[in-house]
T-cell receptor, first 113, second 111 residues
């Protein structure tokens, strides 16, 4: 069985500061990892994904994440956040293509000036 | 290309009433998913279709929830009768291979 744990439910940060949103996963098979962002009253938008290859993955809006197999982590980072990054962020895992995503509980990122 | 469409966007009903949600996936996407997102939690799969066949409905409360995907395109999700704990956002997603694309969701409030 697969599972995802997002270690922080809320992360407050000031504008232009760096941020890291933490995600740990568990799986007995090869996994594919994703980060989604959800703005208020909107659906989920894919930020980035790790399928294979380089463990450092770059996504949209200046976000990146690093896959660490030994620590079973896939933390999301951004060197300098903007007010517009305020949203809910979800880490997700799935097995082979065509299977459903398993999501963490989400992390609320609040960026203030 | 058009995204995943869902309607209605919002729905308020009383408990024990019935409700239906509609989803139109991205054209050509064979796989369609319905997820339930309760406030403060991540989305949870309810049912997955491959064309018009069910792949996984293990987490669908079948005593009150039903879903269909006639002709392998549009899909409807129904709840009958609704309970207070069904208040959530119902997200539809579709995929061709790999990446899932999500619709805006239907926010259901059961009073």
């Amino acid at each position: 069985a697969q599972s995802v744990t997002q270690l922080d439910s809320q992360v407050p940060v000031f504008e232009e500061a760096p941020v890291e949103l933490r995600c740990n996963y568990s799986s007995s098979v090869s996994v594919y990892l994703f980060w989604y962002v959800q703005y208020p009253n909107q659906g989920l938008q894919l930020l980035l994904k790790y399928l294979s290859g380089s463990t450092l993955v770059k996504g949209i809006n200046g976000f990146e994440a690093e896959f660490n197999k030994s620590q079973t982590s896939f933390h999301l980072r951004k060197p300098s956040v903007h007010i517009s990054d305020t949203a809910e962020y979800f880490c997700a895992v799935r097995g082979q293509a065509g299977t459903a995503l398993i999501f963490g509980k989400g992390t609320t990122l609040s960026v203030s000036s | 290309e058009a995204g995943v469409a869902q309607s209605p966007r919002y729905k308020i009903i009383e408990k024990r009433q019935s409700v239906a949600f509609w989803c139109n996936p991205i054209s050509g996407h064979a796989t369609l998913y319905w997820y339930q997102q309760i406030l403060g939690q991540g989305p949870k799969l309810l049912i997955q279709f491959q064309n018009n066949g069910v792949v996984d409905d293990s987490q669908l409360p079948k005593d009150r929830f039903s879903a269909e995907r006639l002709k392998g395109v549009d899909s409807t999700l129904k709840i009958q009768p609704a309970k207070l704990e069904d208040s959530a956002v119902y997200l539809c997603a579709s995929s061709l291979v790999g990446e899932q694309y999500f619709g805006p969701g239907t926010r259901l409030t059961v009073t």
